[in-house]
Antibody, heavy 120, light 107 residues
């Protein structure tokens, strides 16, 4: 059973960098894509971006200038950095596995989510 | 970005009812449409992928139809554990986008 677990600070100051890590267990990270998604009451669920096991990335254009996603295969982890945060970045952040089938693509396994609040 | 419009935003239903939720996309996405269920404090759970394929372990009372721009999620006989919020999501193009959700509440 694949399990994902987010970790990182729950409180970040405005203008600083939000950093989260997702630890994957129960399966190899190889041959999958790994994603970050966030959820706010106002805007709902939003894809932040994803990374392949080989390190290629795809970011949401709305966040691209502030986002970095990286992967550490040796630790079975991938990470999110979001710079210059504001109160609008307050959200529950999820990590998720992207499963790509022949004619479909889904987020099939998710972490439990972690609330990150941006406040001074 | 592809816009996702779900309706209704909420509905009230009773156990045993047939429930239908619709999702409309701003452009043709073929069948690259997925449905998720989310309960309070939990992560979304994949129910349906490729518009009509049931994810392993999901009860057969859930079904999905549609292609192009119009899609439907149906719960044939609502069970107590089905009271939750349901989201559609497109995987046709990046960034993947989600609908705003349909909350299924107890009548």
């Amino acid at each position: 059973q694949v399990q994902l677990q987010e970790s990182g600070p729950g409180l970040v100051k405005p203008s600083e960098t939000l950093s989260l890590t997702c630890t994957v267990s129960g399966d190899s990270m190889t041959n999958y894509y790994w994603s970050w998604i966030r959820q706010t009451p106002g805007k709902g669920l939003a894809s932040i971006g994803y990374i392949s096991s080989s390190g290629s990335t795809n970011y949401n254009p709305s966040l691209k200038s502030r986002v970095t996603i990286s992967v550490d295969m040796s630790k079975n982890q991938f990470s999110l950095k979001l710079s210059s945060v504001t109160a609008a970045d307050t959200a529950v952040y999820y990590c998720a596995r992207v499963y790509r089938g022949y004619y479909f693509e889904v987020f099939d396994y998710w972490g439990q989510g972690t609330l990150v609040t941006v406040s001074s | 970005d592809i816009q996702m419009t779900q309706s209704p935003s909420s509905l009230s239903a009773s156990v045993g009812d047939r429930v239908t939720i619709t999702c409309r996309t701003s452009q043709n996405i073929a069948n690259y449409l997925n449905w998720y269920q989310q309960k309070p404090g939990k992560a979304p759970r994949l129910l349906i992928y490729a518009a009509s394929s049931l994810q392993t372990g999901v009860p057969s009372r859930f079904s999905g139809t549609g292609s192009g721009t119009d899609f439907t999620l149906t719960i044939s006989s609502l069970q107590p554990e089905d009271f939750a919020t349901y989201y559609c999501q497109q995987s046709y193009s990046t960034p993947q986008t989600f609908g705003l959700g349909t909350k299924v509440e107890v009548k």
